[in-house]
Protein backbone atom coordinates (compact mmCIF):
# COMPACT_ATOMS: atom_id res chain seq x y z
CA UNK A 1 0.00 0.00 0.00
CA UNK A 2 1.34 3.27 -0.77
CA UNK A 3 2.93 5.41 2.11
CA UNK A 4 2.47 9.03 2.85
CA UNK A 5 5.58 9.11 4.97
CA UNK A 6 7.32 11.25 2.39
CA UNK A 7 4.48 13.78 1.76
CA UNK A 8 4.10 14.22 5.09
CA UNK A 9 7.94 14.76 5.96
CA UNK A 10 8.06 17.72 3.61
CA UNK A 11 6.21 19.90 5.93
CA UNK A 12 8.89 19.90 7.97
CA UNK A 13 11.76 21.71 5.78
CA UNK A 14 12.27 24.95 6.86
CA UNK A 15 10.69 28.43 5.28
CA UNK A 16 12.67 31.14 4.64
CA UNK A 17 11.48 34.31 2.75
CA UNK A 18 7.22 34.58 2.03
CA UNK A 19 6.17 32.44 -0.90
CA UNK A 20 4.66 33.72 -3.99
CA UNK A 21 0.99 33.93 -4.45
CA UNK A 22 -0.03 31.10 -6.19
CA UNK A 23 -3.60 29.50 -6.92
CA UNK A 24 -3.75 25.97 -9.10
CA UNK A 25 -7.31 25.36 -10.19
CA UNK A 26 -8.34 21.55 -8.92
CA UNK A 27 -7.71 19.41 -5.86
CA UNK A 28 -5.37 16.86 -7.27
CA UNK A 29 -2.89 19.46 -8.72
CA UNK A 30 -3.20 21.37 -6.12
CA UNK A 31 -1.97 18.88 -4.15
CA UNK A 32 1.21 18.37 -6.20
CA UNK A 33 1.74 22.22 -5.81
CA UNK A 34 1.37 22.29 -2.27
CA UNK A 35 4.10 19.44 -2.08
CA UNK A 36 6.61 21.25 -3.84
CA UNK A 37 5.73 24.53 -1.53
CA UNK A 38 6.06 22.56 1.67
CA UNK A 39 7.66 24.46 4.61
CA UNK A 40 7.45 27.62 2.39
CA UNK A 41 3.82 28.19 1.27
CA UNK A 42 0.60 26.45 0.86
CA UNK A 43 -1.17 27.10 -2.26
CA UNK A 44 -4.86 28.28 -3.02
CA UNK A 45 -7.40 26.10 -4.04
CA UNK A 46 -9.91 28.17 -7.09
CA UNK A 47 -12.50 25.37 -6.49
CA UNK A 48 -14.54 24.00 -3.78
CA UNK A 49 -14.68 19.91 -2.90
CA UNK A 50 -17.28 18.43 -5.22
CA UNK A 51 -17.15 21.28 -7.87
CA UNK A 52 -17.31 20.08 -11.65
CA UNK A 53 -14.45 21.72 -13.28
CA UNK A 54 -16.08 22.24 -16.73
CA UNK A 55 -18.96 24.35 -15.78
CA UNK A 56 -18.52 26.92 -12.53
CA UNK A 57 -19.36 29.97 -12.07
CA UNK A 58 -17.05 32.30 -10.60
CA UNK A 59 -17.62 33.55 -7.30
CA UNK A 60 -16.00 37.24 -6.19
CA UNK A 61 -13.87 35.82 -3.36
CA UNK A 62 -12.61 33.75 -6.43
CA UNK A 63 -12.24 36.32 -8.66
CA UNK A 64 -10.21 38.16 -5.85
CA UNK A 65 -8.29 34.85 -5.27
CA UNK A 66 -7.25 34.86 -9.10
CA UNK A 67 -6.13 38.76 -8.98
CA UNK A 68 -4.31 38.58 -5.87
CA UNK A 69 -2.06 35.49 -7.42
CA UNK A 70 1.51 36.21 -8.43
CA UNK A 71 0.66 32.83 -10.28
CA UNK A 72 -2.03 30.89 -11.39
CA UNK A 73 -1.56 27.16 -12.02
CA UNK A 74 -4.42 25.34 -14.04
CA UNK A 75 -5.56 22.33 -16.89
CA UNK A 76 -6.59 24.77 -19.24
CA UNK A 77 -9.13 26.08 -21.38
CA UNK A 78 -9.95 22.74 -22.50
CA UNK A 79 -11.25 21.47 -19.15
CA UNK A 80 -12.33 24.79 -17.81
CA UNK A 81 -13.36 27.62 -20.62
CA UNK A 82 -15.09 29.61 -18.11
CA UNK A 83 -11.93 29.93 -16.03
CA UNK A 84 -9.61 30.81 -20.03
CA UNK A 85 -12.67 34.18 -19.43
CA UNK A 86 -11.49 34.66 -16.36
CA UNK A 87 -8.25 34.80 -16.77
CA UNK A 88 -8.05 37.16 -19.78
CA UNK A 89 -5.25 39.75 -19.57
CA UNK A 90 -3.40 37.22 -17.48
CA UNK A 91 0.29 37.60 -18.86
CA UNK A 92 2.00 34.26 -20.03
CA UNK A 93 4.30 34.36 -17.55
CA UNK A 94 1.69 34.05 -14.76
CA UNK A 95 0.54 31.13 -14.97
CA UNK A 96 1.35 27.81 -15.88
CA UNK A 97 -1.50 25.93 -18.40
CA UNK A 98 -0.76 22.55 -18.02
CA UNK A 99 -2.48 21.77 -21.29
CA UNK A 100 0.47 23.44 -23.32
CA UNK A 101 3.24 22.25 -20.63
CA UNK A 102 6.27 21.45 -22.20
CA UNK A 103 5.98 18.60 -19.60
CA UNK A 104 2.76 17.28 -20.28
CA UNK A 105 1.92 13.96 -22.65
CA UNK A 106 -1.17 13.82 -24.33
CA UNK A 107 -3.61 11.62 -25.59
CA UNK A 108 -6.81 11.32 -27.54
CA UNK A 109 -10.03 11.11 -25.68
CA UNK A 110 -11.79 7.77 -24.87
CA UNK A 111 -14.93 7.37 -27.58
CA UNK A 112 -18.10 6.73 -25.89
CA UNK A 113 -19.65 5.31 -27.99
CA UNK A 114 -16.80 3.74 -30.52
CA UNK A 115 -16.56 0.41 -32.32
CA UNK A 116 -14.00 -2.15 -32.18
CA UNK A 117 -12.72 -0.66 -35.69
CA UNK A 118 -12.85 2.52 -33.99
CA UNK A 119 -10.85 1.99 -31.18
CA UNK A 120 -8.19 1.18 -33.96
CA UNK A 121 -8.26 3.98 -35.02
CA UNK A 122 -8.09 5.44 -31.26
CA UNK A 123 -5.34 3.45 -30.93
CA UNK A 124 -3.45 5.28 -34.05
CA UNK A 125 -4.78 8.93 -33.26
CA UNK A 126 -3.10 8.01 -29.46
CA UNK A 127 0.29 7.37 -31.25
CA UNK A 128 -0.07 10.82 -33.52
CA UNK A 129 -0.56 12.59 -30.59
CA UNK A 130 1.37 11.31 -27.87
CA UNK A 131 4.49 13.23 -26.74
CA UNK A 132 7.79 11.77 -25.81
CA UNK A 133 7.95 11.38 -22.39
CA UNK A 134 10.82 13.87 -21.77
CA UNK A 135 8.23 16.71 -23.02
CA UNK A 136 6.20 17.70 -26.20
CA UNK A 137 8.17 19.67 -29.28
CA UNK A 138 4.88 22.05 -30.48
CA UNK A 139 5.82 22.28 -33.86
CA UNK A 140 7.09 18.92 -34.58
CA UNK A 141 4.20 17.22 -32.32
CA UNK A 142 1.02 19.36 -33.52
CA UNK A 143 2.56 20.17 -37.26
CA UNK A 144 1.38 18.78 -40.50
CA UNK A 145 2.05 15.17 -39.43
CA UNK A 146 -0.54 15.07 -36.66
CA UNK A 147 -4.59 14.06 -37.62
CA UNK A 148 -5.95 16.77 -35.86
CA UNK A 149 -4.86 20.75 -36.87
CA UNK A 150 -3.59 22.33 -33.09
CA UNK A 151 -4.46 26.11 -34.39
CA UNK A 152 -3.27 29.04 -32.21
CA UNK A 153 -5.81 30.17 -29.92
CA UNK A 154 -5.47 34.15 -29.82
CA UNK A 155 -6.67 34.52 -26.86
CA UNK A 156 -4.16 32.46 -24.68
CA UNK A 157 -0.82 34.19 -26.78
CA UNK A 158 0.81 32.66 -29.55
CA UNK A 159 2.04 29.63 -27.97
CA UNK A 160 -1.18 28.63 -26.77
CA UNK A 161 -3.01 25.54 -28.42
CA UNK A 162 -6.58 24.70 -29.12
CA UNK A 163 -6.37 20.90 -28.72
CA UNK A 164 -9.14 19.63 -30.69
CA UNK A 165 -9.28 16.10 -29.53
CA UNK A 166 -6.58 16.02 -26.53
CA UNK A 167 -7.99 14.62 -23.08
CA UNK A 168 -7.48 17.62 -20.73
CA UNK A 169 -7.57 15.38 -17.77
CA UNK A 170 -3.90 14.86 -17.45
CA UNK A 171 -3.64 14.75 -13.75
CA UNK A 172 -4.98 10.89 -14.04
CA UNK A 173 -1.46 10.01 -15.30
CA UNK A 174 0.84 9.98 -12.81
CA UNK A 175 3.83 9.87 -15.50
CA UNK A 176 2.61 13.92 -16.16
CA UNK A 177 2.32 14.79 -12.81
CA UNK A 178 5.94 12.72 -12.15
CA UNK A 179 6.60 15.33 -14.48
CA UNK A 180 5.21 18.75 -13.42
CA UNK A 181 6.94 18.14 -10.14
CA UNK A 182 10.25 19.10 -11.52
CA UNK A 183 8.47 21.81 -13.57
CA UNK A 184 6.92 23.70 -10.91
CA UNK A 185 9.89 23.69 -8.89
CA UNK A 186 11.91 25.50 -11.28
CA UNK A 187 8.79 27.93 -12.09
CA UNK A 188 8.65 28.44 -8.27
CA UNK A 189 12.62 28.92 -7.82
CA UNK A 190 12.74 31.34 -10.17
CA UNK A 191 9.99 33.71 -8.87
CA UNK A 192 11.69 32.62 -4.79
CA UNK A 193 15.48 32.30 -5.41
CA UNK A 194 15.80 32.34 -1.69
CA UNK A 195 13.95 29.26 -1.33
CA UNK A 196 14.76 27.69 -4.53
CA UNK A 197 16.74 24.66 -2.93
CA UNK A 198 13.79 23.65 -0.92
CA UNK A 199 11.52 23.82 -3.87
CA UNK A 200 14.12 21.49 -5.54
CA UNK A 201 14.38 19.14 -2.99
CA UNK A 202 10.48 18.92 -1.61
CA UNK A 203 9.93 18.03 -6.05
CA UNK A 204 12.62 15.40 -5.91
CA UNK A 205 11.27 13.63 -2.59
CA UNK A 206 7.66 13.65 -4.26
CA UNK A 207 8.89 12.47 -7.17
CA UNK A 208 10.02 9.06 -4.83
CA UNK A 209 6.61 9.22 -3.85
CA UNK A 210 5.27 9.14 -7.29
CA UNK A 211 7.15 6.29 -7.90
CA UNK A 212 5.67 4.35 -4.77
CA UNK A 213 2.31 5.39 -5.53
CA UNK A 214 2.73 3.79 -9.33
CA UNK A 215 4.33 0.66 -7.61
CA UNK A 216 1.55 0.12 -5.40
CA UNK A 217 -1.60 0.54 -8.39
CA UNK A 218 0.32 -1.73 -10.45
CA UNK A 219 0.08 -4.60 -8.20
CA UNK A 220 -3.32 -3.67 -7.42
CA UNK A 221 -4.52 -4.02 -10.69
CA UNK A 222 -2.06 -6.85 -12.11
CA UNK A 223 -5.25 -9.35 -11.78
CA UNK A 224 -7.53 -7.40 -14.16
CA UNK A 225 -4.95 -6.54 -17.26
CA UNK A 226 -6.51 -6.16 -20.35
CA UNK A 227 -10.46 -5.76 -18.49
CA UNK A 228 -12.92 -3.53 -19.89
CA UNK A 229 -14.83 -0.98 -17.64
CA UNK A 230 -17.38 1.68 -18.36
CA UNK A 231 -17.14 5.17 -17.12
CA UNK A 232 -19.38 7.61 -16.16
CA UNK A 233 -17.55 10.98 -18.49
CA UNK A 234 -14.50 10.17 -20.26
CA UNK A 235 -11.96 10.98 -17.94
CA UNK A 236 -9.77 7.92 -16.93
CA UNK A 237 -8.16 7.63 -20.61
CA UNK A 238 -4.74 8.39 -19.01
CA UNK A 239 -4.51 6.15 -16.03
CA UNK A 240 -5.94 3.02 -17.83
CA UNK A 241 -3.31 3.26 -20.72
CA UNK A 242 -1.10 3.55 -17.71
CA UNK A 243 -2.13 0.50 -15.83
CA UNK A 244 -3.08 -1.62 -18.58
CA UNK A 245 -7.22 -1.57 -18.36
CA UNK A 246 -9.74 -0.52 -21.11
CA UNK A 247 -12.22 2.03 -20.89
CA UNK A 248 -15.19 0.28 -23.18
CA UNK A 249 -17.06 3.41 -22.95
CA UNK A 250 -18.63 6.44 -21.36
CA UNK A 251 -21.60 7.40 -20.49
CA UNK A 252 -21.41 11.44 -21.10
CA UNK A 253 -18.51 12.45 -23.31
CA UNK A 254 -15.00 14.35 -21.99
CA UNK A 255 -16.53 17.33 -21.33
CA UNK A 256 -19.24 15.77 -19.21
CA UNK A 257 -22.23 16.97 -21.60
CA UNK A 258 -25.37 15.52 -21.88
CA UNK A 259 -25.11 12.30 -24.39
CA UNK A 260 -27.47 11.66 -27.16
CA UNK A 261 -30.07 8.72 -27.29
CA UNK A 262 -27.90 7.55 -30.19
CA UNK A 263 -24.58 7.79 -28.33
CA UNK A 264 -26.63 5.92 -25.24
CA UNK A 265 -27.83 3.01 -27.53
CA UNK A 266 -24.20 2.59 -28.60
CA UNK A 267 -23.03 2.41 -25.11
CA UNK A 268 -25.38 -0.34 -24.00
CA UNK A 269 -24.13 -2.00 -27.27
CA UNK A 270 -20.85 -2.09 -26.48
CA UNK A 271 -21.87 -3.32 -23.06
CA UNK A 272 -23.62 -6.28 -24.54
CA UNK A 273 -20.99 -7.15 -27.07
CA UNK A 274 -17.71 -6.27 -24.82
CA UNK A 275 -19.23 -8.41 -21.68
CA UNK A 276 -18.48 -5.50 -19.45
CA UNK A 277 -19.61 -6.40 -16.07
CA UNK A 278 -18.33 -2.82 -14.33
CA UNK A 279 -19.32 0.69 -14.59
CA UNK A 280 -18.46 3.79 -12.26
CA UNK A 281 -20.73 6.60 -11.51
CA UNK A 282 -19.09 9.87 -10.60
CA UNK A 283 -19.95 11.94 -6.93
CA UNK A 284 -20.30 14.59 -9.12
CA UNK A 285 -23.32 13.70 -11.05
CA UNK A 286 -26.45 12.20 -10.56
CA UNK A 287 -26.00 8.30 -11.17
CA UNK A 288 -29.86 7.80 -12.31
CA UNK A 289 -29.44 7.36 -15.89
CA UNK A 290 -26.08 4.93 -14.97
CA UNK A 291 -28.43 3.18 -12.60
CA UNK A 292 -30.95 2.63 -15.41
CA UNK A 293 -28.58 1.40 -17.76
CA UNK A 294 -26.91 -1.43 -15.04
CA UNK A 295 -30.62 -2.20 -14.62
CA UNK A 296 -30.87 -2.80 -18.03
CA UNK A 297 -27.52 -4.49 -18.58
CA UNK A 298 -26.40 -6.14 -15.35
CA UNK A 299 -23.70 -3.98 -14.75
CA UNK A 300 -21.96 -3.71 -11.63
CA UNK A 301 -22.02 -0.23 -10.14
CA UNK A 302 -18.57 1.17 -8.49
CA UNK A 303 -17.48 4.69 -8.04
CA UNK A 304 -14.53 6.51 -9.50
CA UNK A 305 -13.86 10.15 -8.45
CA UNK A 306 -11.32 12.38 -10.86
CA UNK A 307 -11.54 15.42 -8.70
CA UNK A 308 -11.03 13.65 -5.27
CA UNK A 309 -14.16 15.00 -4.19
CA UNK A 310 -14.28 12.58 -1.50
CA UNK A 311 -10.72 13.17 -0.46
CA UNK A 312 -8.88 15.11 2.19
CA UNK A 313 -7.50 18.36 0.16
CA UNK A 314 -3.84 18.89 1.20
CA UNK A 315 -0.56 17.15 -0.13
CA UNK A 316 -2.08 13.79 0.38
CA UNK A 317 -4.89 14.02 -2.29
CA UNK A 318 -3.68 12.93 -5.38
CA UNK A 319 -2.07 9.64 -3.61
CA UNK A 320 -5.76 9.35 -1.96
CA UNK A 321 -7.88 9.95 -5.09
CA UNK A 322 -5.64 7.56 -7.36
CA UNK A 323 -5.47 5.01 -4.71
CA UNK A 324 -9.18 5.25 -4.37
CA UNK A 325 -10.00 4.77 -8.23
CA UNK A 326 -7.52 1.43 -8.06
CA UNK A 327 -9.48 0.25 -5.27
CA UNK A 328 -12.48 0.56 -6.80
CA UNK A 329 -11.19 -0.98 -9.78
CA UNK A 330 -9.79 -4.06 -8.87
CA UNK A 331 -12.46 -4.47 -5.91
CA UNK A 332 -15.49 -4.47 -8.80
CA UNK A 333 -13.62 -6.67 -11.20
CA UNK A 334 -12.64 -8.89 -8.31
CA UNK A 335 -16.24 -10.09 -8.09
CA UNK A 336 -16.10 -11.79 -11.37
Known amino acids: MFRLSAILSLAALPAFADAPKVVVDIA ?3 ALVSQVMAGVGTPDLLL ?5 PHSVQLRPSQ ?35 LMDHPAT ?4 FVRPTATEEEHDDHAHEHDDHAHDESGHDHE ?11 AHADEHGDDSHEHGDDDPHLWTSIDNARA ?19 YRANAEQAVAGLDELAASIEARLAPHQGAEIVTFHAAWGYFADR ?8 VRPGDASTPSAAALAGLREIISEHGVECAFAEPAYDPALLNAIAGETGLRIGLLDPTGALQEIGPGHYAATLTAAADAIAGCLAQD
Open 140 to 150: DDHGEGGEEDH
Open 48 to 52: EQGSD
Open 180 to 198: WLPAFAEDLAARDPENAAT
Open 105 to 108: TLRS
Open 28 to 30: PVH
Open 243 to 250: FGFEIAGT
Open 63 to 97: ARMLSDADLVVWVGPELSPWLARALDGLGADEQIV
